[in-house]
């Protein structure tokens, strides 16, 4: 029976979570890799029972045409094709069986989940986000360890703000983290390629989705 760890995140509750730091010779071989390396990285290896998809934001607000903040990003989706690799990732998660999520807030239009990338009946929606980080006024941390999760992929609003927030959490909670830059946006594209750059491997393992959906079929 295959475990479905699509975690759709709308944030809005309150909880506290265990604060598991990695250790400082990780942090510092993971930096010295990340600036140093001159070989391909190694192939991208996933369990999906031990995998879910985290996915950010993806609301009308950001992600369609008439939302408030669509004409801010949207230069920076069509550049990656944020959308349309997003949907490429969650249907290759879902198909692997792993658990997806995605986070967002009130039920308006604005900030209802996007058409492309709406939550299926079996997915996780992890509701309670007051701030920028996905872990810090909700319960995901939780709902990922109940379901033995120990990689976190990464996509979704705003590359340099949630989703980064959210990226440092989870790596200081000790999970395995994975951040996904063609499926992720921000409000210019100078920016995108600066958290890339400069602080993303750092704090997780910058990919994209083919590399993603290839660790995930293997």
């Known amino acids: 029976m295959k475990f479905r760890k699509i975690i759709s995140i709308a ?7 265990a604060f598991v730091a990695p250790s400082t010779t990780a942090f510092a071989a993971r930096t010295s890799s990340h600036k140093m390396a001159t070989t391909e990285p190694p192939a991208i290896k ?21 939302g408030a903040l669509h004409d801010a990003v949207k230069e920076c989706m069509q550049a990656t094709g944020t959308l349309g690799n997003s949907r490429k ?10 658990k997806e999520g995605e986070l967002f807030k009130a039920r308006e239009w604005g900030s209802d989940f996007c058409d ?3 939550p299926a009946e079996n997915d996780i929606i992890c509701k309670g986000k007051s701030g920028l980080c996905g872990f810090a006024s909700t319960n995901l941390d ?3 360890r109940q379901n033995g999760i120990k990689n976190v992929l990464l996509a979704g609003f705003l590359t340099n703000c949630c989703v980064e927030s959210s990226m440092r959490s989870a790596y200081e909670l000790g999970y395995n983290v994975y951040t996904l830059k063609d499926c992720c ?4 594209i100078a920016a995108q390629d600066a958290a890339y750059e400069h602080n ?15 660790a995930l079929k293997a």
């Open 185 to 188: 946006a921000a409000t210019s």
């Open 46 to 66: 996933l369990d999906p029972s031990e995998t879910a998809c985290v996915m950010i934001e993806y609301q009308n607000e950001f992600a369609t045409e008439g």
């Open 142 to 144: 939780f709902l990922l």
């Open 116 to 118: 492309l990338m709406k």
């Open 200 to 214: 993303f491997g750092m704090f997780s393992v910058p990919t994209t989705s083919n590399e993603i959906i290839d």
């Open 89 to 98: 990732v969650m249907d290759a998660a879902r198909d692997a069986g792993i």
């Open 11 to 17: 944030l809005f509750a309150t909880s506290t979570t």
